[in-house]
C-alpha cells in the first residue's frame, strides 16, 4: 500500500462530540474534511491511513453563522464533515491521533 501525502490534506480532524462518541458504537466516525473533498477522496483516504474497510461516506456541509463577539460582528468559517461507516469488526480509535 502506497501512502499518498494528498491524503493527509482531505482529512483535518477527527470530531469527538458527544453525538460522535454515540455514533461510534454504531461503527461511525466522524472526520473535518476539506470543502472540495469527495465521497471517494474521503473514503480512499480513511482506508490507507487507518488502514480500515470503509462501508460507507455521507458528507455534512455545515455554513458558517454569524456570531456576535464583544459587540463585534464575526463569522464562523463552514465547515465539512464526514461521518464514515466502517465494515464489521473495522475499528478506528481517534483518540490516539495519527
Given at each position: ?14 470530531v ?6 454515540i455514533?461510534?458504537?454504531q ?9 472540495d ?9 480513511v482506508?490507507?491511513l487507518?488502514?480500515?474497510?470503509v462501508k ?5 456541509l455545515?455554513e ?13 468559517s463552514?465547515v465539512k464533515k464526514?461521518i ?6 473495522q475499528k ?5 491521533g495519527?
Amino acid at each position: 500500500m502506497s501512502m499518498d501525502p494528498r491524503h493527509y490534506d482531505v482529512i483535518i480532524s477527527p470530531v469527538i462530540t458527544e453525538k460522535a462518541t454515540i455514533l461510534s458504537e454504531q461503527n461511525k466516525v466522524v472526520f473535518k474534511v476539506r470543502k472540495d473533498a469527495t465521497k471517494p477522496q474521503i473514503k480512499a483516504a480513511v482506508e490507507k491511513l487507518f488502514d480500515v474497510k470503509v462501508k460507507g461516506v455521507n458528507t455534512i456541509l455545515t455554513e458558517g453563522k454569524i456570531k456576535v463577539f464583544k459587540g463585534r460582528l464575526g463569522q464562523r468559517s463552514d465547515v465539512k464533515k464526514a461521518i464514515v461507516t466502517l465494515e464489521e469488526g473495522q475499528k478506528i480509535d481517534v483518540t490516539t491521533g495519527l
